[in-house]
């Protein structure tokens, strides 16, 4: 009598991690002919098995080039190789932040070891301390800030559509089989390397992993929390946006790229004293950026602080937004400087 086979098997993380793929939309091929490549269409081609390392594997591979198009943006689905060039150094910058962004995410649910990158790369990966986001590398020939920028942008990302929420439903799903599978793992095996998820924050989100202090010490708490929007207490551990401290001069945000324009009303005395640098766009009044920029800022916030040149009579837009405020945490948000 010959038996009927009505079921394959399939391993339960390459199975999470294929369809979560799907859902964020993105096919998942294996193919001899390439480690990994996308083609711009919704194809992830994948080497197979046998051109893989023992330490390799299919889910592994999966959440890496998930963590690229975080860092490249949503439009990266339609560039081949999410518009990347790996040949050169051109974008290690943005190699490095795909790393921190894939150790940040991985290590909320304890599987930073589990779902490690493999690649030649894997040295920068394990140089990062507990903070992958804190710029204490020893990488040389790449900015730090500028990786960590470009990963706390991708982390934001992680949660919007068409990552979110499947990318955090994958990474809970892998947690739970990995757990579960750990205690029978021998000495060799990757499931041997999980780590307990990192704690929830009481007002939601997670807890900082690095960070001192506490929520009465952070520049987001004021009569309300600007991150979570509600009272905290002063005594609760500090939360993954935790900033000690907010110094203008050396973050920009909201005289950058934080912002696309600064509204202006008639009567502001702005108008009149620098009519020069305002615009009348669909009928309203503007300071517009150029090239995501205030003109009257100058600086870097690095060597050389931010300034604005016209300070004194700045608008009331800009008067209005303080430090530590939710706009304020909006534009460093949206620059990469808050999580």
């Keep these: ?3 009927e086979i009505r079921r394959r098997y399939e391993d339960p993380l390459d199975r999470i991690w294929t369809e979560a793929a799907r859902r964020i939309g993105l096919t998942v091929a294996r193919t001899p002919d390439a480690f990994a490549t996308t083609d711009g269409r919704g194809a992830l081609l994948l080497g197979d098995d046998a051109s893989l390392d023992a330490d390799d594997c299919l889910a592994q591979m999966i959440f890496h080039e998930l963590c690229h198009s975080l860092v490249q943006g949503p ?10 060039e790996n040949t050169d150094p051109r974008d290690l910058a943005r190699e490095h932040a795909c790393l921190r962004a894939q150790a940040h995410l991985a290590g909320r649910w304890g599987l930073r070891r589990v779902l490690a990158p493999t690649t030649d790369h894997r040295a920068f990966f394990d140089r990062l301390g507990p903070d992958p986001l804190a710029e204490d590398d020893a990488s040389a020939s790449v900015s730090a800030s500028a990786s960590t920028e470009l990963a706390r942008l991708a982390i934001g990302r992680s949660a919007r559509p068409p990552w979110g929420p499947h990318l955090d439903d ?10 579960a599978a750990a205690p029978f793992a ?8 999980v780590d ?16 001192t202090g506490g929520c009465g010490s952070c520049a987001w708490r004021g009569d309300v929390c600007a991150v979570v929007g509600a009272a905290v207490d002063p005594a609760w551990p500090p939360c993954e946006a935790f900033a000690a401290g907010l110094d203008c001069r050396a973050c920009g945000a909201c005289c950058r790229e ?6 202006l009303e008639a009567d502001d005395p702005f108008v009149a004293r620098h009519g020069s640098l305002v615009e009348r766009i669909d009928g309203r009044l503007v300071l ?4 995501g920029r205030c003109p009257p800022l ?7 602080p931010f300034s604005c040149s016209v300070y004194d009579d700045r608008p009331r837009t800009c008067r209005d937004l303080e430090p530590g405020s939710d706009g304020c945490l909006v534009a460093r948000r949206r620059v990469g400087l808050s999580v």
């Design 288 to 291: 517009r950026r150029v090239d």
């Design 170 to 179: 994958a990474l809970r799903a892998s947690a739970l089989v990995v757990a």
């Design 196 to 211: 307990a998820p990192r704690a929830r924050h009481p007002a939601g989100g997670w807890i900082h992993v690095a960070a």
């Design 258 to 263: 934080g912002f696309d324009v600064v509204e």
């Design 1 to 3: 009598m010959t038996r």
């Design 298 to 304: 100058s600086g870097d916030g690095c060597e050389v």
């Design 75 to 84: 439009e990266s689905f339609e560039r081949p190789d999410w518009g990347l």
């Design 186 to 193: 021998d000495a060799g095996s990757l499931l041997g390397d």
